[in-house]
């Protein structure tokens, strides 16, 4: 239905910083909530930050005031500016999205999509 596809990933210094892109494709009626969540080894994976259609920002504790999520409702991607990165940040990052569809009866109905994830890695 709709592919969901992470970019940005790498290796970076603690303290730097890193760009992630997601671009959708596929056949849909729109995107509500769209998000990143991360994976780090060993680990479960957590919300790391979401964006509304209207632009309402969630953050997880653990970075708030460094990562930025950001939306183009005309393009349909997201971004992930993440500054003044730590060792803590380590994961593999999934983009994440409630996708809406219309079904032959008419009547809506949404559905997580996700990406297949990019790695970020800090280490120095």
């Known amino acids: 239905q709709v592919q969901l596809v992470e970019s940005g990933g790498g290796l970076v210094q603690p303290g730097g910083s890193l760009k992630l892109s997601c671009a959708t494709s596929?056949?849909?009626?729109?995107?509500?909530?769209m998000a990143w969540y991360r994976q780090p080894p060993g680990k479960e994976r957590e919300l790391v930050a979401s964006?509304?259609?209207?632009?309402?920002?969630n953050y997880g504790d653990s970075v708030k005031g460094r990562f930025t999520i950001s939306r183009d409702n005309v393009k349909l991607t997201i971004g992930l500016q993440m500054n003044n990165l730590n060792s803590d940040d380590t994961a593999v990052y999934y983009c994440?999205?409630?996708?809406?569809?219309?079904?032959?009866?008419?009547?809506?109905?949404?559905?997580?999509?996700w990406g297949r994830g990019t790695q970020v890695t800090v280490s120095s």
């Open positions: 994440n999205a409630a996708v809406q569809y219309r079904a032959e009866t008419g009547r809506y109905f949404w559905e997580d999509t």
């Open positions: 596929g056949d849909f009626f729109s995107i509500a909530l």
């Open positions: 964006i509304q259609a209207r632009g309402e920002t």
